[in-house]
């Protein structure tokens, strides 16, 4: 029988130790990035601090949230990854709606409007 302050099985403190060094270690290297100051282009800036997050939330997801195959046959991750991918619809949809609004909505310059 477990007491409650046990982890469960496979999950023991070292993970979060682990999941916790890894988590600043993400979080430093783009602050560092950042306030060195306009080392790389704005364009790979951004591109790495993309890639530093995606990588986080890897780190969160499997050490701290414990998202596995194994985790409930699988189905807790799946239902994560269903998630992740309405979510990644909705935002990229929300985006391209935006940007196509702000390009066929701009304002006619008056020289084109045939105006008399």
């Known amino acids: 029988m477990s007491t409650p302050h046990e982890t469960p099985a496979g999950h023991g403190g070292n993970s979060h130790r682990i999941g ?3 988590a600043i270690i993400l979080t ?13 282009s704005p364009v790979w800036t951004a591109a790495i601090i993309f890639a530093f997050a995606i990588v986080q939330i890897i780190v969160h997801v499997v050490f701290f949230l414990h998202l596995d195959t194994r985790s409930e046959g ?15 619809l909705t935002i990229g949809g929300s ?3 935006m940007y196509h ?8 310059p008056t020289d084109m409007g045939g105006g008399h």
């Open 74 to 88: 699988g189905w807790t991750l799946l239902s994560f990854l269903f998630t992740a991918v309405i979510v990644i």
């Open 20 to 22: 916790s060094v890894l």
């Open 95 to 97: 985006i391209w709606v």
């Open 101 to 108: 609004l702000n390009t066929n909505m701009m304002p006619m």
């Open 28 to 40: 430093v290297i783009p602050f560092w990035l950042v306030m060195s100051g306009p080392t790389l």
